[in-house]
Every structure is written in structure tokens, then in C-alpha cells.
């Protein structure tokens, strides 16, 4: 299928290596967001609503302004531009202007000579609110559509959609045997060990830099320039490396803005650092999912149709709400050959932190609910859970029922791996009552096939400057979050030319000195960033090549670049060093510059809410869990994991086993302990509603020493649409490990938890409920849908689009605002400048007083 | 990061000065041990002293040694210090297993005798930031006027979350307590109270100096198990420290038990007298642990749910007194590995 890169002999690809950044990493140098200190540096801190819903009615900060050692108090009035990461959800204000919504909502930053003063000085600031009811869960968003959390959207429904492929229902109605059932996913939050932390600064000629921990430095970016109202090329954004992100720094965060501000403003830098308890604040993690999944199959356990609902607790705002309400529908369909499908999703607002994209973005929620109920499919058949899957395997380089173009399919071998591994024929079902196996698949996105805004531009950019000493600099906007991002554009690039990755110097996460890649998010960057990265790569080899060529007579066809040298494959002591070869280069070309550029292949899904879920590629990942099970108490110990990951072509080894095992470990937090838990006071006491525990040590996450034994599969075939055959491996082995432990609790005990976090106490239930055996939702709402619209599946004549939707017109987003310049500083805020744009999203214009 | 107010400090080097700065300092001033407890604390503003006396330089505090038929461990040896200690491990199994379940090998190394034992009361909704206990309107035990745990009861509920303090109860221990014009001594279970504001005995001007551990007899033996979501840094949301003297092959002559965390302070139980006189038959080890686990009544202000809680100290209680009749903990279950297992020491 891939036999031309499969069979390609490479140098630096594969061979596990130690990754460029390491030495940094380990000696404590990499310099992160608050490791940065600049000459005259002022600090920030935010003053956050201690009521769950509330109108501001007036804010003095008159004790604050006036206070030793205080620089400067923002409120929402300076900073009245709303902004959000989608387009349709500008639903955010830096400082809220007359609304908070959550108890941790942002209402005032002070800034002050150093941190302690600006903590203190938050005392200072009395703010007056009236209180107004709060919705607390999904359930009552539905049932409670005043007050309204947001202006838009229907009542407190943020969003709803409605999609199917086929006639479902005829479908069902012919199946041998349907299956229903409910499920609960709890929402938990990234807790990347780095707190977010921001500096920004004006440089003398008057633009604006922001050093950030970011996953999304081009998309903060574009927020920056909308809210300080000045022009994109005025704004340098800095993505430091990150201390982890999975998701959690990839919105334009209000602490940005702020401090970005405070610097016009003040005209020095201004740090902030946020507290473990902010971090809990900003979230946009797991969306709490409740699901309704309806399966009929016929005798022999092949799915003819699926239908799935999914419920979806937002938080406060809408975040990337919208791709999530989609994304817990878009990947049903690419591990099983799902004939008809229909999906219905629902986002409510409620008074907690919004929740967003975390590691696996919307996708583990359906994942565990599909893969639990396979499990029992098998188990009501009597067929094997493993046998099962394996005979319905969606086929490779196809469409899916909603226009999902699968590439190359590794998950049958995924799934042998496993099952050889573990000796799983001969323990499930067949160990000692307290003990069991659980088995469990995914898939994953390497890449999302559109851009957060819409755009005709590459979605990944690298650029190659190479000099007479032999160094190569390569360029590229992409963010390293640990992930290893930086190692991928050096090892590619070594790779083609022909040298060490430890040659090149790397420049990523940076506006000004980089092309635009859109960021560490969706999987994106090995595939996407990685084309650029050989595109440049090649072109700069042929520039090189074509020199070397002419001077050593040798055709360029027959040059080989490997070992730091550019020699005659037939005569390999014909040959000069890699240096000389870019001198040659540089005598007849002058100064060696390349440029290499990715854009996703178009998508087959053509229908409203098609642009969520195509992907160049989908990576596979097929799971078993070994664990025992204490009867008495409901205790649940993973004893072991194998897991096999269908990764295309590894290009470190180290990192990516790296990756499997972190996703294992994140995995093993939601599957038995992780809970962004909400605790509502006595009602006739008090309205508040407060996240249970915000902190570190109470949140309940594993550690290193909670980690069972992992072992790593990777299943490496090649996959055409990834670079050198690489598909993404830092999500997609989360997904198969929860569902896994479920099933496995369910071979060891006999009962079924139906829901995460599997603790001890949902176990003993179950065990306690002689009827149902089950623990787990009993129902899911009564939701009034909208007609979905309707796509005929490829092999239903379909050709993409719905039948019954009207004719759209893409409109190209507004991609910056270059016409807004504004250098230099801004006019203080108690003169706002005249023709400001507000588009204030407030249902009420009513404004608060604001004294200082 | 989180910022503690402004205070002075003082760095005393004898215990008379320790003293005396602590008497001037009045209701203002608290002693500063290893600051695990207190330092956070501070940051969060749950306390908030003006006046901070550190006992690290205060000569004589780290000592530890034989004193007659018991032994004598200074307040300030670390956690670090004591599980390091050959004769603690041996001899006094409960408090060795309590302390090498403290918290994280760092903390540990920070955290002394003495902080653990005047550990600050416990509560999910007292052990937040100053900004989320506005929110709610604070709680009585800080700058607040209700119990948020059982909103009409006139007490607080913070639970003792100590390691040390149930094992020495179990082990017979005694504290001593400085002030400016003596020392007393009194057993640790007196040193502590039902109450989860005063929680301790101590007068507001006494320094926690010396504990003082009975050196055991031949036949005694000890032990402590400790429930917590996670084998590596949780405080205890159940605790057993439990402590037996048995001649070899004989019967038992005198039994303690005692159930930390499920109080403001540690319960001894008396349902360890039917221990006595016997030799641990399944049936007698079932009907203590039935009886002392009743004296656990879980309150919505820690990890896991209530219920659960419950349910989990019969069986930790059961898992404890099986240890000390001889069973491997190993073969108990993975719960019983995780409550009797030790983190790595040292």
C-alpha cells in the first residue's frame, strides 16, 4: 500500500534518539513563561467573582489605585472588545464588563511593583454584585432557560445539532438485536504542571510582545490584535515552551490580554503567573458527557446502525464548545464499519469554568460508551470481544458513513498485538472471580482537516536559512509543549539533508521569526508541520545538490546526503562535507533560503458540520487491561496494559513510546479517579456553587508510583498522507485505556460501571444492585431535536452534501484586522479613544459603575 | 504563585528564648516547625500569625535516645529523621509506618514529629484559598460563622488528619510541653480534643519538645494502616494504628486500637478490650472491627464518599488486626497492600 516510503532507507527517522531539547529539560534550563524576568518588570494579579452568576453593579477600586507600589487597576471597561476561539463563540471579555458567570470569573487586574503588592492591593478593589440564580447541570440548563448564562444560543442551550447518514431507523428496525444504553463521562481538567503564565512587553520602536505559554501562539495572536484594537504586524507573539498543555492553553486567555494591555499602558513589562486554583479556573477541559447510545446488530454482532446522543455540560462560555458538541459525534465510524448513523448533540451553559478541548477533544466521551457497549454486544452473543471487533473493521482507504476518509487502517494488527501480548485467550473469562481482562480500541485525528477560523492559507509553514558554516536554522511557528514538536522538525530536516538533528537551530512558537503554523493542537503539527519540514527540506537539498552536482560531475540524481556529507552513491569517497556542499550551494545560488508549506487535502464531507472530524489521517490504538478487583470493598487495582498504537512510521521511538505511556497515564486519572467536581451549598443557606476542590492535592490525579506496568506496541505502517508515512500518536492511545478498565472490572466482578471515574464506591454498588449489576445513569433528558439534516452514505449514492440543507456560502473569515493600526501606546482608559469598536455580547448594556 | 501576609520572624536558638518569644507574641505568634502544614496555610490564609517563631535553630530539639525504660524523640526530628531510625523501625512499628506515610519523601524530609502532631484540623471546605472560602462565606473554623459540613451543628468538624498522632496513642506516648517556667507531660490521647477548632490541649504559650515512646516489652507488636485515594501523598481519610501484647503462641494481654480521621481527633476504641484474652480467631477479629468501626462516622468533608468511608474502616480495621495476628498483608487484597503498603522510604 506504501511500499515506496515504507521502503525507504533513513538515517535519523526511527532510530530512537535522545530528543534536541532534553539537555535543557533535565538541567533545569529551558527557560518557561516565568522563568522570564525583564529590567523594570511590573506583575499582575487578577481579582476573580466570588459569586457563581451575578451583575457587577459598581467597582471601586479607589483604595487599590492609590495604594504604595500599585502601577495600574484594569476593569472591563478598558478592555471592551469581546473575543473567543471561534468565531461564533466571541463570548469572552478579558475583564468581565457587567456579568460574571462563574465563581473565578476575572472582574479587575491590578499591577504593582512586585506580586505581593499587587495581592494585596486586591483588597482593595470593592466590587458590588447582585446575585442572580445559577444552573449547576445539564439537566437544569435544559428546564431553566432564564436567567440566561449567554446572550446567545437558545435559553441556556448553547448549541445543537443534528446530523444522519442513512435511514437509521429502517435500519434498526430490521436488526436482529438492538442495544441501548446510557452513559456517564465526568469532566476533568488537563492539570499540566506548568501553570499559565504570561509577560508582555513593548519593545522601543512601540510593538507589542507577549511571551506565553501557549499551545495556540497564532491564535492569540489574532485575539490580541482584535482586543487592543493595533495591527497584527505590530504584535509578536512568543510561545514559550510549554510544562504541559494537553489542550489547556489552546483559547486566548484573559491574563494575556490583560498584561498585554497593562504594558501599552504602563510601558514596562508586566508578568503574571497564575495560582494552581486560576489553572482550575481557565479549564476548558473534558466536557462532562452524558450519552444515549442506541447500536442494532445483527446475529452475528455486525452494527447496521447507530444512533447516538450526546449531552454535553459546557461551562460558562463557548470556548471550542461548538467542535466539541460535533467531535462527540464525528469519530463513531472510522474503527467499525458503521453502515447508518445518526448523531444528535446538545452544549448547555452552566456557572462553572467553561470546558474545552483536553487530550482526545470530545472523542473519549462516545469512545467509552462504544467500546463498553461492544463488550457487551459480545458478552449477550457470546462471541469474543477481541473476534468481534476484528470482524468488522472499517476498511482501510474508504469513506466512513459521514465522509471520513480513512487512509491505512492499522487496528486489526493493533488489536493481535495486544491479544498475543497479554494472553488474552487465556485469561478473559477465565480467571478467579476478582480478577479480569478488559479489551478496547480508538482512533484519532492526526490533524483537523480546517482551521479554527476558515481560510484558504497553509495550516503549517517552515522556512530553512542555511549558511556557509554548514548550520541550518530552521524556522516554523509550531509550539513545543513537551509533546516533542521541535524534535520532529529536526529530525526531518536531518533526515533529508543528511546531518545531525543536534545541527540545526531551531526557532519555533514565534509570530515575528516564523511562518504561521496554527498550533499544538488536534494532533496536528508531526503531520502538518512535518510536510513543511520536508518540503523546505527537499528544496533545499536539490539547491544543494544541483551545486554539488556541477562541481563533482556527478548527475544529482546519484548524490546521496547522509553522515554530514553530500557523496557519489556509486563512489562514496566522491563526495564533499555538508558545509563545502552548502558553500557550492551558496556560490551559485546566493544566500540558501527554502520554504515548505502544508495544506490538508479537501474534505468528502461536505454537509454543515462536516469540517469537524476529516483528517488526512486517523491513527489506531487497540488496548488490554489486566486488573483485580477487591469484592469486599470494590477496590480496583490495575495490574498491567498493553497497548499497541498504529503510529504509520515512528520518527523517534523514544518519544513516541514517550507519548503512549503519558496518554496511558492521563487515561488511568480519568478512568478511576479524575472529577471536576462541583459542590453546591445548602440552597436556603446560600446560591453559591463552587468547584469541590481546586487544588493540586485533592483533585485526585495518579502519579508515578499509581502506574501499573505498561507495555508499547508501535504498529507502524506507513501511512501515504502523513510525512515519510508518520501519523500522530499524542492522543489517540488515551482513548482505548478507560472503556478498557470498565470491561475489565465487568470480566473480573461481573457488573458494569457505565460510567467514569470507575472508584471503589461505584463498584460496590454495582455489585450491591443484585438486579441491575450495574452502576451507571438511568436516564438521559427528553432534548427537543431539529430536524437533522440528511446525508446519503457513500454507498447510498451520496456524494457529501445534505439533502436537505440550503445552499451555504462559505464567507472567508476576517483573517486579522490590518486595516486597526495603532502603534505605540494606547491613550490611557479613562479616556477611551473615540470610534473604539464594542461589540459587546452582553444581553445588558447596563454598565457598571466604575470608580479609581 | 500564592503569597503568605507579612509577619515577623524570629529564629530563636535556645528553648527559653523559644519560650519567652512565644509568650510576648501572645495570640499573635505560632511556631513554625517544618512549615508543611503552616506555610501553605498561611498562603491561604487560613492562619494568619503576625508573629512566626521558628524551632529549627532551637538547640536540643533534633536529639532522640534512651530515658530509662523509654525513649525520648525530640519534636523537630524530621519524619525523614525518624523512619530512618533502625530502632523505630523495628520496635515501633505503628509510629515507623505512620510517619513513612506522611506525605511525599519531600515533604517528609521538612515535616517533623512535632508539626505532625499539631497538624491543623482538616475539611474541604476550610483547606481552600482565601478567595474560595469567600465565596462561600468562610466557615467557622476561620473567619466565618457556620459549619458548611452540618450547617446546624454549633461545633466544627475538621477532621484530625495527623499519621503520628493515633500510632503513639496506640504506642502509650507521651508529649512533653515547654514553657518559659517548666515542662509537663501528658499522653498524646490527652493532648488532643474533639474539636475541630481546638483540637489540641496545648496552652497557647507551651512548646511541643519531646515525645516520649515506651520501649516494648517482649511480645508486644504494632501496627498502622492508613486508607487514601493514592500510595504516594494523600493525608489519611481513615487511619488504624493498632497495638497488641500476645506471648508467643499465647494469648493476648492487652489490646489498643485507635481510628484516626474519623474525628477531630483520634478515637480510641474500647471495643479493643474483646481482643483480650484471646488468641485473634477470625471471629473475634471480625466482632471488634464490626463494634470499633461504628465509632466511625464519616462526614461529607474528605475524599471518597461517606458510605464507602464506612464500609472501609471495617475492613481496614479487620485488615490490621489480622497483620498483627500474623497474616501477610500481601495476601489480604490489593486494598490491604495499598493501606498497610509503605511509600519508598528515605
Same mark, same amino acid.
Given at each position: ?59 471601586? &477600586?479607589?483604595? *487599590?489605585?492609590?495604594? +504604595?507600589?500599585? /502601577? =495600574?487597576? !484594569? ?7 469581546? #473575543? ?112 499559565? &503564565?504570561?509577560? *508582555?512587553?513593548?519593545? +522601543?520602536?512601540? /510593538? =507589542?510582545? !507577549? ?7 497564532? #491564535? ?633 | ?346
Amino acid at each position: 500500500m506504501s511500499s515506496r516510503i515504507a521502503a525507504l532507507d533513513l538515517q535519523v527517522v526511527g532510530k530512537p534518539r535522545r530528543r534536541v531539547d532534553a539537555r535543557a529539560k533535565v538541567t533545569g534550563q529551558t527557560r518557561f513563561a516565568d522563568d522570564l524576568f525583564l529590567p523594570r518588570m511590573l506583575h499582575c494579579k487578577l481579582l476573580r467573582s466570588p459569586h457563581p452568576h451575578a451583575r457587577i453593579r459598581r467597582i471601586d &477600586a479607589r483604595a *487599590a489605585v492609590t495604594a +504604595p507600589g500599585v /502601577k =495600574l487597576v !484594569l476593569t472591563g471597561v478598558d478592555l471592551p472588545i469581546p #473575543y473567543g476561539i471561534l468565531p461564533v463563540s466571541q463570548d469572552e471579555h478579558a475583564l468581565c464588563l457587567n456579568r460574571v458567570r462563574f465563581v473565578g470569573d476575572p472582574v479587575a487586574a491590578v499591577v504593582a511593583v512586585d506580586e505581593q503588592t499587587a495581592c494585596e492591593a486586591l483588597d482593595g478593589i470593592r466590587v458590588d454584585y447582585e446575585p442572580l440564580p445559577t444552573i449547576a447541570d445539564p439537566e437544569e440548563a435544559l428546564t431553566t432557560p432564564q436567567p440566561r448564562i449567554q446572550p446567545y444560543g437558545d435559553g441556556n442551550v448553547h448549541k445543537k445539532v443534528a446530523l444522519q447518514f442513512g435511514e437509521v431507523d429502517a435500519a434498526m428496525a430490521s436488526a436482529d438485536r438492538v442495544f441501548e444504553d446510557i452513559f456517564f463521562y465526568e469532566g476533568s481538567t488537563h492539570l499540566a504542571i506548568e501553570q499559565h &503564565a504570561a509577560l *508582555a512587553a513593548v519593545d +522601543p520602536d512601540g /510593538k =507589542l510582545t !507577549l511571551w506565553s505559554s501557549t499551545q495556540t501562539p497564532h #491564535y492569540v495572536h489574532r485575539a490580541l490584535s482584535r482586543v487592543l484594537g493595533i495591527s497584527p504586524a505590530h504584535i509578536r507573539v512568543i510561545a514559550t515552551p510549554n510544562g504541559g498543555g494537553f489542550g489547556g492553553k489552546s483559547d486566548p486567555f484573559n491574563h494575556e490580554i490583560v498584561v498585554a494591555k497593562a504594558a501599552m499602558l504602563l510601558g514596562r513589562p508586566v508578568k503574571i503567573c497564575l495560582t494552581r486554583e486560576e489553572v482550575f479556573y481557565c479549564h476548558r477541559g473534558r466536557h462532562p458527557v452524558l450519552m444515549k447510545l442506541v447500536t442494532g446488530v445483527n446475529g452475528d454482532g455486525r452494527i447496521v446502525a447507530m444512533d447516538l446522543q450526546t449531552l454535553l455540560d459546557g461551562g460558562a462560555y463557548g470556548s471550542y464548545g461548538v467542535a466539541s458538541t460535533f467531535y462527540t459525534g464525528a469519530l463513531q465510524t472510522v474503527t467499525y464499519e458503521v453502515p447508518r448513523y445518526r448523531f444528535r448533540g446538545c452544549r448547555v451553559f452552566t456557572n462553572k469554568p467553561p470546558c474545552g478541548p483536553k487530550r482526545g477533544h470530545g472523542t473519549p466521551q462516545p469512545r467509552f460508551a462504544q467500546e463498553i457497549q461492544l463488550d457487551k454486544i459480545a458478552v449477550a452473543l457470546g462471541r469474543d470481544p477481541a473476534e468481534l471487533r476484528k470482524s468488522q473493521l472499517a476498511k482501510p482507504h474508504a469513506l466512513t458513513a459521514n465522509y471520513m476518509r480513512i487512509g491505512t487502517m492499522g487496528l486489526g494488527e493493533c488489536i493481535d498485538r495486544v491479544v498475543a501480548g497479554s494472553g488474552w485467550k487465556n485469561k478473559h473469562g477465565k480467571l478467579r472471580f476478582g480478577h479480569g481482562v478488559g479489551l478496547a480500541c480508538s482512533s484519532y485525528l492526526c490533524g483537523a482537516g480546517l482551521p479554527i477560523y476558515w481560510n484558504a492559507l497553509p495550516h503549517s509553514g517552515v522556512q530553512l536559512q542555511l549558511d556557509r558554516s554548514g548550520r541550518v536554522a530552521a524556522f516554523c511557528g509550531a509550539t513545543e509543549i513537551g509533546q516533542g514538536s521541535d524534535d520532529v522538525l529536526a529530525n526531518l530536516v536531518a533526515e533529508v539533508l543528511g546531518i545531525d538533528p543536534f545541527d540545526i537551530r531551531l526557532v519555533s512558537g514565534d509570530t515575528d521569526l516564523g511562518p504561521v503554523d496554527l498550533g499544538s493542537y488536534s494532533s496536528r503539527v508531526t503531520l502538518m508541520m512535518g510536510h513543511a519540514a520536508l518540503q523546505a527540506a527537499e528544496r533545499a537539498r536539490d539547491l544543494i545538490a544541483q551545486a554539488v552536482s556541477a562541481s563533482l560531475e556527478v548527475p544529482a540524481s546519484r548524490l546521496v546526503f547522509a553522515g554530514r556529507r553530500v557523496f557519489d552513491a556509486e563512489a562514496p569517497a566522491r563526495g564533499v562535507s555538508f558545509a563545502e556542499a552548502v558553500q557550492r550551494g551558496e556560490a551559485m545560488h546566493g544566500t540558501l533560503g527554502t520554504t515548505g508549506s502544508y495544506t490538508p487535502p479537501e474534505s468528502a464531507a461536505k454537509y454543515k458540520g462536516g469540517g469537524v472530524g476529516p483528517s488526512p489521517a486517523y491513527s489506531y490504538s487497540a488496548c488490554v487491561v489486566e486488573v483485580q478487583v477487591q469484592p469486599e470493598t470494590g477496590w480496583v487495582e490495575v495490574e498491567k496494559i498493553w497497548i499497541a498504537h498504529d503510529i504509520g512510521r515512528s520518527l523517534n521511538p523514544v518519544l513516541a513510546r514517550g507519548q503512549v505511556e503519558g496518554s496511558v497515564y492521563m487515561a488511568l486519572g480519568e478512568a478511576l479517579m479524575e472529577e471536576m467536581a462541583y459542590r453546591r451549598l445548602p440552597r436556603h443557606l446560600s446560591g453559591v456553587l463552587v468547584h469541590k476542590f481546586p487544588s493540586l492535592l485533592e483533585y485526585k490525579s495518579p502519579t508515578t508510583l499509581e502506574m501499573p506496568e505498561v507495555i508499547t506496541y508501535l504498529v507502524e505502517n506507513p501511512d501515504e498522507a502523513g510525512p515519510l508515512g508518520a501519523k500522530e500518536v499524542g492522543q489517540g492511545p488515551l482513548l482505548p485505556v478507560m472503556p478498557a478498565v470498565a470491561n475489565a472490572v465487568y470480566d473480573a466482578v461481573g457488573v458494569r460501571v457505565d460510567e467514569v471515574p470507575i472508584t471503589p464506591e461505584k463498584v460496590l454498588r454495582a455489585l450491591g444492585d443484585r438486579e441491575s449489576r450495574r452502576c451507571g445513569p438511568k436516564s438521559f433528558p427528553f432534548i427537543v431535536w431539529p430536524e437533522p439534516l440528511k446525508v446519503a452514505p457513500p454507498w447510498e449514492g451520496g456524494d457529501g452534501t445534505a439533502v436537505n440543507e440550503k445552499p451555504r456560502r462559505r464567507k472567508e473569515g476576517v483573517l486579522m484586522s490590518p486595516d486597526v493600526v495603532q502603534p505605540g501606546l494606547a491613550p490611557h482608559p479613562s479616556t477611551p479613544e473615540a470610534g473604539q469598536k464594542t461589540e459587546s455580547s452582553e444581553s445588558s448594556p447596563e454598565m457598571p459603575e466604575v470608580l479609581r | 504563585m500564592m503569597r503568605c501576609g507579612r509577619f515577623h520572624y524570629h529564629a530563636p536558638r535556645t528553648l527559653r528564648d523559644a519560650c519567652a518569644m512565644l509568650q510576648d507574641a501572645g495570640s499573635d505568634g505560632m511556631l513554625l516547625a517544618g512549615g508543611t502544614d503552616l506555610v501553605p496555610n498561611m498562603k491561604r490564609r487560613q492562619q494568619t500569625p503576625k508573629v512566626v517563631i521558628s524551632l529549627r535553630h532551637v538547640a536540643g530539639l533534633r536529639d532522640a535516645g534512651p530515658d530509662g525504660n523509654r525513649v525520648r524523640l525530640g519534636a523537630m526530628l524530621t519524619l525523614s529523621d525518624l523512619t530512618a531510625k533502625e530502632e523505630v523501625r523495628a520496635r515501633h512499628t505503628a509510629l515507623f509506618k505512620a510517619a513513612a506515610q506522611v506525605a511525599t519523601p519531600h515533604l517528609r524530609n521538612m515535616g517533623t514529629l512535632g508539626g505532625n502532631l499539631c497538624l491543623d484540623t482538616r475539611c474541604n471546605y476550610y483547606d481552600q484559598n482565601y478567595e474560595w472560602r469567600k465565596a462561600i462565606n468562610f466557615c467557622m473554623k476561620k473567619a466565618g460563622e457556620i459549619c458548611w459540613v452540618a450547617p446546624s451543628s454549633r461545633r466544627c468538624w475538621a477532621i484530625s488528619s495527623t499519621d503520628t498522632a493515633p500510632a503513639l496513642i496506640a504506642l502509650g506516648a507521651e508529649v512533653a510541653l515547654a514553657t518559659r517556667d517548666g515542662e509537663r507531660t501528658l499522653g498524646v490521647a490527652d493532648f488532643c480534643r474533639d474539636d475541630g477548632i481546638q483540637y489540641l490541649t496545648r496552652n497557647p504559650d507551651e512548646i511541643l519538645t519531646q515525645v516520649l515512646l515506651p520501649i516494648p516489652a517482649p511480645g508486644e507488636s504494632s501496627t498502622y494502616w492508613k486508607l487514601r485515594r493514592r500510595g504516594s501523598f494523600d493525608f489519611p481519610v481513615l487511619s488504624v494504628a493498632a497495638w497488641i501484647r500476645r506471648p508467643p503462641e499465647g494469648r493476648v494481654e492487652a489490646a489498643r486500637l485507635v481510628l484516626g480521621s474519623v474525628a477531630s481527633r483520634p478515637v480510641i476504641a474500647e471495643a479493643a478490650a474483646g481482643l483480650v484474652g484471646t488468641t485473634l480467631s477470625e471471629d473475634v477479629i471480625e466482632a471488634v472491627a464490626e463494634e470499633a468501626s461504628r465509632l466511625a462516622k464519616p462526614l461529607d468533608n474528605t475524599d471518597f464518599s461517606l458510605g464507602w468511608r464506612k464500609k472501609a474502616a471495617r475492613y481496614l480495621i479487620t485488615g490490621a488486626l489480622r497483620e498483627l495476628r500474623g497474616d501477610d498483608p500481601q495476601t489480604l487484597g490489593p486494598l490491604a497492600r495499598r493501606a498497610a503498603e509503605l511509600a519508598p522510604v528515605g
